[in-house]
T-cell receptor, first 111, second 115 residues
Framework: RKEVEQDPGPFNVPEGATVAFNCTYS??????FFWYRQDCRKEPKLLMS???SGNEDGRFTAQLNRASQYISLLIRDSKLSDSATYLC????????????FGTGTKLQVIP | EAGVTQFPSHSVIEKGQTVTLRCDPI?????LYWYRRVMGKEIKFLLH????????ESGMPNNRFLAERTGGTYSTLKVQPAELEDSGVYFC?????????????FGEGSWLTVV
């Protein structure tokens, strides 16, 4: 089983739609969680950290469920500019940072 | 403030040749990481430096890959001799301190094609 699993998609959604991605992780000792965004042929960039209490940044909401070992990302009112690959990133922690990436979920927002 | 910079941005070499990739982390970042993404696969961890010391090199694929970080500043990743399956994008990243929640910042990647 992969340490971090994501549905690779693609998710094709119309502008204005709400879309949700899930990501599961296998290591119950994982300590911190992130969503990164990667545009085509570009480097990953931090979108948001994910906290147990959930966090929201504008149209984006991230949630963590430690009991079920998954994190989610909800995008409301999708824009064309949201088209990208969304990477689930899990940090094992344990005194130093070692992050593991999911394969990424590709989102295409259609006019 | 400058971000993580990588050089070269693109490289095309023949099988059997040597390539050296360089990474300059964000100033003051003790942690430096190398990651690789080959075609169609997820980004995979190669190794992690804390200052000049290799903290974890469990992701290095084989002994054709050698990473160094002399003086705890910039790092190099040498592939010698390069094989076709080494083609992909090599990302360097850095972060500050050892707290697990610290943001990891990526460079734009070095795109390697071995022909």
């Amino acid at each position: 089983r992969k340490e971090v699993e994501q549905d690779p998609g693609p998710f094709n959604v119309p502008e204005g739609a709400t879309v949700a991605f899930n990501c599961t992780y296998s290591n119950s000792a994982s300590q911190s969680f992130f969503w990164y965004r990667q545009d085509c042929r570009k480097e990953p960039k931090l979108l948001m950290s994910v906290y147990s209490s959930g966090n929201e940044d504008g149209r984006f909401t991230a949630q963590l469920n430690r009991a079920s070992q998954y994190i989610s990302l909800l995008i409301r009112d999708s824009k064309l500019s949201d088209s990208a690959t969304y990477l689930c990133v899990v940090n094992r922690g344990g005194g130093y940072q070692k992050v593991t990436f999911g394969t990424g979920t590709k989102l295409q927002v259609i006019p | 403030e400058a971000g993580v910079t990588q050089f070269p941005s693109h490289s095309v070499i023949e099988k059997g040749q040597t390539v050296t990739l360089r990474c300059d982390p964000i100033s003051g970042h003790d942690n430096l990481y190398w990651y690789r993404r080959v075609m169609g696969k997820e980004i995979k961890f190669l190794l992690h430096f804390v200052k000049e010391s290799k903290q974890d090199e469990s992701g290095m694929p084989n002994n054709r890959f050698l990473a160094e970080r002399t003086g705890g500043t910039y790092s190099t990743l040498k592939v010698q001799p390069a094989e076709l399956e080494d083609s992909g994008v090599y990302f360097c990243a850095s972060s500050q301190g050892l707290i697990s929640g610290n943001t990891i910042y990526f460079g734009e990647g070095s795109w390697l094609t071995v022909v």
